[in-house]
């Protein structure tokens, strides 16, 4: 995927590249893909803030395009992504709920 980890991290406003992120578990609001931005608050191309901003994500899954609001109030648990990023797995707690790739509220579904 190359270096789509190249966005401002909004909490400390340092700067950070990682490639190959799908192949790794997000444990917590903390490690992220193995670039470790505990309580921080951004990720994948845009910037975010842990209080109710939203993010995009573009050309990461096969081409689709997903955009979510508030993953990051404190609540937001763990995803696990697929080696080929075709498919992931959310748990959200307390927040509302998105299964399998299904965003509930957005509407928006994942292949």
């Known amino acids: 995927m190359g270096n789509i980890w190249?966005?401002?991290?909004?909490a400390t406003g340092k700067y950070l590249q990682r490639e190959n992120i799908w192949n790794?578990?997000?444990?917590?609001?903390?490690?992220?893909c193995n670039g470790k931005i505990?309580?921080?608050g951004n990720i994948w191309n845009e910037k975010i803030s842990r209080i109710g901003k939203y993010l995009e994500w573009e050309n990461i899954w096969n081409g689709k395009y997903l955009k979510r609001e508030n993953i990051w109030n404190g609540?937001?648990?763990?995803?696990e992504i697929s080696g080929m990023g075709k498919y992931l797995e959310w748990e959200i707690s307390g927040?509302?709920?998105?299964?399998?790739?299904?965003?509930?509220?957005?509407r928006k579904y994942l292949e």
Not at 6 to 10: H, L
Not at 24 to 32: L, Y
Not at 75 to 79: A, M, N, V
């Open 24 to 32: 790794d578990k997000i444990p917590g609001i903390g490690n992220i």
């Open 38 to 40: 505990s309580e921080m």
């Open 6 to 10: 190249n966005e401002k991290i909004s």
């Open 75 to 79: 609540k937001y648990l763990e995803w």
């Open 95 to 106: 927040m509302g709920n998105i299964w399998n790739g299904k965003i509930s509220g957005m």
